[in-house]
């Protein structure tokens, strides 16, 4: 019997290798990739994950990293920028609340407050992904070589917001010790969402890094008492001057 094709034969269609099949969720698939790098990004840093790793762990072809993300950095900016778009809005709305609810009653510790509360809840909840993306977000602000870089590109748009909101509550304050308040804020901040559990063994039991209640009701006034004492001299200071 003859094998010759006949001219009924069908010709296969050629698909790029990488690209996803029609009978794929496109963004399911991509939530996996990204799922998947997020955790090997948070365990063992940039430059300790391939993506050939990530692909197995999302059990799809390394191809079909390239194809979205083209490189591995791509597919890092996407991990990071994923979740971030979710919490800045969050808190940028709860400081606006807070800002309009307590009009010229404002204080710095309600300020500080709702600027925390949105992403200090996100850690209370126990998600694993966000505690990956939280464990990240505290390596990359100890990275010295692009971490400033990405940080910034990330979060300085609410992080003006809440100096605009602090401003308010401080109308005396200099620049220089609004944002050097900032700086020590975000290094505790980073700190307390890594979760080391550090605190545990220094204290042998007594607190919790994962204590969520228990960080949520002390950092506020602690970082607030901090701004008020480099904030206020300053503006007092100029007021005996003049």
Known sequence: MSTRPTTTTVKRRKVRRGRPLKTESTPDMRERIL??????????GFWGVTVREV?????VDTALLHYYFNTKRGLFDAVFERRAEIINKERIDSIDAYVKSAG????????????LQPILQRAATG???????????????????WGGETMGRTFDNVIHHLID?????????SEQELYWSYHFLSGALTLTLSQTGRIDRLSEGLCKSSDFEAIGARMAPFIASGFERLCKPQAARRKKAT
């Open 55 to 59: 692909a197995q762990e999302a059990k």
């Open 104 to 115: 010229s009653a404002i204080t710095v510790e309600g300020v500080i407050d709702a600027f």
């Open 127 to 145: 998600d694993q992904r966000w505690h990956n993306y939280f464990a990240l977000i505290a390596q990359v602000n100890n990275t010295p070589a």
């Open 165 to 173: 909101a602090l401003r308010k509550a401080l109308p005396d304050a």
């Open 35 to 44: 799922d998947a790098a997020e955790d090997h990004f948070s365990r063992h």
